[in-house]
């Protein structure tokens, strides 16, 4: 592990175990010491979000009205194990199909890992490094790909931009003022993907506190002429000039990205 000033909190004092990837090794779980976040929370269509989770094993988990959950994320991690880095990321909520998933599915959220069956399938994850692209393929088989990617925040107003990889224009953004709100918990997190055979769900403990607010001007934008599957599917959840219902934002999130662990076959 990287030395830090964090190396005396204790939530950062977790044992470590080795890991080679193709940019050199790196410790699980990664440890995320001073970061940022921009979530934007959208309800879409159901059938148009299980079209995007290709798992077997997984079922798209319907939130009010019978839709569907989509996160849209933006991430500046400004001190990492793995150094600094910027990161997008779309995912839609699912659970383990049988698996038993409340009537009122945010109430989850609120219960421990060990007791959460519902997670989130990510189906993009754009970042800015080579080491955060090949960590994310190489130990959970997440969908990276390297491109600019930018941050900027300034109290209720926030720009995010994911930049396409080919042409260099904007492939998505997410900017605009967000509305009141009140000061609310980091929630902890459960990620599902598969690596090579087996269904791996990874637990995400985060630390920090957030504010979760209305979404007032906050809007997202897709490249109308953009090829790139990343605007594919974005278009395809009916996203593109979207407002989302509610927003989260953070400059004080740390967290602990672990090892995923094989679910095993119902």
């Not at 909190?9 to 080679?20: H, L």
């Not at 569907?68 to 659970?95: D, Q």
């Not at 990620?191 to 607010?213: F, H, I, K, Q």
Request: with cysteine.
């Amino acid at each position: 592990m990287t030395p830090s000033p964090w190396n005396q909190d204790i939530f950062f004092q977790y044992p470590v175990t080795p890991f080679q990837t193709s940019c050199g090794e790196i410790d699980l779980p990664i440890l995320y010491f001073d970061c940022s976040i921009a979530m934007a929370l959208f309800l879409v269509d159901l059938d148009k979000a299980a079209t995007l989770v290709q798992d077997p094993e997984l079922a798209v988990v319907p939130f009010a009205g019978g839709k569907a959950m989509v996160g849209v994320a933006f991430y500046e991690y400004r001190r990492t194990a793995i150094a600094p880095y910027n990161e997008a990321g779309i995912a839609i909520a699912v659970a383990p199909k049988g698996a038993a998933v409340p009537t009122m599915p945010w109430l989850s959220y609120l219960r421990p890992l060990d007791k959460n069956p519902l997670g989130f399938h990510v189906v993009d994850l754009p970042v800015t490094t080579d080491a955060a692209c090949a960590a994310g393929k190489e130990v959970w088989g997440y969908p990276k790909f390297v491109t600019p990617i930018r941050f900027q925040r300034q109290g209720r107003q926030f720009t995010g931009i994911v930049t396409d990889p080919v042409d260099q224009s904007d492939l998505i953004r997410v900017d605009g003022c967000a509305g009141l709100g009140v000061a609310g918990p980091l929630l902890d997190l459960v990620l599902y993907s598969r690596l090579d055979g087996p269904l791996l769900r990874t637990l995400v403990n985060t630390r920090g506190g957030a504010e979760m607010r209305l979404p007032g001007s906050l809007r997202l934008h897709v490249s109308s002429t953009s090829r790139h599957p990343m605007a594919q599917r974005l278009r395809a959840l009916g996203l593109d000039g979207a407002k989302p219902f509610c927003a989260s934002m953070s400059d004080r999130l740390q967290l602990r990205l672990n090892a995923g662990a094989p679910v095993p076959s119902r």
